[in-house]
């Protein structure tokens, strides 16, 4: 087995938890390892607990380890909530002033080095360089990273800091720690380090999106906030609204006015959203909305993470209309994802939502090149493409169901809508001849929809058994089946990014013939219940979590030999 390390930092919010985890995979990172880390915090300020889990490796990984190599207990509380998950060479670094249980300890007075370096603040510092030493990093190459970490700052911080990194290292630089990493520091990075929030607005930027408009909501305000951050660079415009409801409606009428525009929330925030939903359907107005997943019902647990609002998005507001849903695995996954999404959402008419959620928003990744985007197509006419624009029909009926679309106030076609059924010309109509043709004609465009949709991707798929999954749980899932397969057991897995409408053939051959398991972050295995509801095919189990923590892999090898009626690893 290569090298595969975990390192946990641990504390209150407020003392610098993402400092530490950032300068360690930035260090990491830029030694040439493949690095994780996940964010774990409460939904305050100051207090309670919260903590960073960092993973490296010299293999690409995309799930957190429940085995932690180093645990960093910047208060007491940290180390007796981790410590249970301590490897049996694992290592607890404490500041002496928390108090430490008994065992496998090296306690420091990280506070009072932090005073002597220049503040109590610096603790943070301290803390990692400590664990840069413990890890066996090269100092004058940490030293580079906590410059470039803290140079936007000044001159002051920046020593300041480099004063506390090196007390840190020097400390713990000739300590025993069998977690030490003896070789291996000298390759060049591959890839950058980016968190998934980052990917998804990266991949709106790409498909031309002009307007973002939302309002806060943890997890997906980070996308809006990158969205914001790229406005001074490139035609963009993002707004935040008075509340949800407003943010959906300004997405709506930009993109009736003829610009690519999205939004982003969480459930709670989608609900609020899904009478613009269905404004967006009747008028057939492009509309990408990015639901950023937590666990609910009602405020739930607003920073963690869950797979439970897929059943929601399919079927959210009144009466039924196409759409399109989409789950991405990855940050590069998601690029691609949202670039199609906004391509689909305009080329049929339709909203598109993209699923996300915490842990893939706020975790950061090891991404390579992300593929590069299609030439960008408008899915628009104006007066030279109609032979008499004073006959226009906003929605004429066609054979596929899309109407030509032109904008209002640019040429001589008058584009009438509002959000009453209507004829075709656009004006409202209560006939049941009309109504009947605009149901018609917003259903004929499925067989084109779902001609788009792609299959799910698979590994191992001549298997014996199929481990089934959507959403950011891939990365668990991928490893799950490499280590029942390194166990002897003949195991494969199914991940769904494109989920609505559903992909049911590529489905039903897959399952039609072997034993599958759902894997999914909810407590009914929706999934499963979707494959069911759609090829008639029954999952011989499921593997759930629910407590607003991402999947271990080995909680799902665990999880599939308790499934009945499923042997595990010999």
Not at 262 to 287: K, N, Q, W, Y
Not at 432 to 457: G, I, N, S, T
Request: hydrophobic share 45%.
């Amino acid at each position: 087995m290569g090298l595969d390390r975990t390192i946990v930092i641990g504390g209150e919010a407020g003392q610098g938890i993402q400092t530490v985890g950032q300068l360690l995979a930035a260090a990491c990172h830029g030694a040439g390892f493949e690095v994780l880390a996940v964010n774990d915090f409460e939904s305050r300020i100051r207090g309670g607990h919260s903590s960073i889990g960092l993973r490296v490796a010299d293999r690409p990984v995309s799930a957190p380890c429940r085995r932690i190599d180093l645990l960093v207990a910047l208060d007491a509380p940290s180390e007796a909530v981790h410590r249970s998950d301590l490897s049996e060479d694992g290592l607890v670094l404490a500041d002496r002033a928390a108090g430490l249980a008994e065992g496998r300890a090296l306690s420091l007075p990280l506070e009072q080095m932090a005073r002597e370096a220049g503040g109590k603040i610096l603790a943070n510092t301290v803390a990692a360089g400590a664990c840069l030493g413990l890890l066996g990093a090269p100092e004058d190459h940490c030293r580079r990273i906590v410059r470039q970490q803290f140079e936007a700052k000044g001159d002051e911080v920046v020593d300041r800091n480099i004063a506390a990194f090196t007390a840190g290292y020097a400390a713990t630089r000739n300590a025993a720690f069998n977690g030490r990493i003896q070789a291996g520091w000298d390759r060049s990075p591959r890839g950058r380090l980016m968190e998934g929030n980052l990917s998804v607005a990266l991949g709106a930027v790409a498909a031309d999106c002009r307007v973002g408009a939302f309002y806060p909501m943890s997890p997906a305000t980070g996308i809006m906030a990158h969205l914001a951050s790229l406005s001074g660079r490139y035609p963009l415009v993002v707004e935040q609204a008075e509340d949800e409801i407003a943010a959906a409606n300004m997405v709506v009428g930009a993109s009736f006015a003829g610009v690519r525009a999205m939004t982003a929330t969480s459930g709670g925030g989608f609900s609020l959203m899904t009478e613009a939903l269905g404004l967006a359907a009747i008028t057939e107005t492009p509309m990408v909305v990015v639901d950023a997943m937590r666990p609910g019902p009602a405020t739930g647990l607003p920073t963690r993470t869950a797979q439970g609002d897929l059943n929601f998005v399919i079927h959210a507001s009144q009466d039924e209309f196409p759409r399109f849903v989409f789950a991405p695995g990855s940050p590069e996954q998601a690029f691609e994802t949202m670039v199609r999404a906004f391509d689909l959402s305009e080329r049929f008419q339709v909203p598109a939502i993209v699923l996300v959620d915490q842990f893939f928003n706020d975790s950061l990744f090891t991404v390579t090149d992300f593929p590069p985007p299609p030439k960008v197509v408008r899915h628009i006419i104006g007066d030279a493409d109609m032979a008499d624009p004073a006959a226009y029909r906003r929605f004429a009926v066609t054979a596929d169901g899309v109407s030509p679309r032109a904008l209002p106030c640019r040429g001589k076609a008058l584009v009438v809508a509002a959000s009453d059924d209507h004829r075709e010309d656009g004006h409202l109509s209560e006939t049941m001849a009309d109504r009947r043709k605009m149901v018609a004609k917003r259903f004929a465009k499925l067989p084109a929809m779902m001609a788009r949709m792609r299959p799910p991707e698979t590994l191992h798929p001549e298997a014996d058994l199929l481990l089934a999954t959507w959403g950011s749980s891939r990365g668990a899932v991928w490893e799950a089946v490499e280590t029942l397969r390194e166990a002897g057991r003949s195991v494969g897995a199914v991940h769904f990014c494109d989920l609505w409408p559903f992909p049911a053939e590529a489905a039903g051959e897959l399952f039609a013939t072997r034993p599958w398991v759902t894997v999914e972050q909810n407590y009914s295995g929706q999934l499963g219940r979707l494959v069911r509801e759609q090829t008639g095919l029954k999952p011989a189990g499921r593997i759930t979590r629910t407590d607003g923590r991402p999947f271990f892999a080995e909680e799902i090898v665990a999880g599939l030999k308790e499934t009945k009626g499923l042997k595990g690893p010999k």
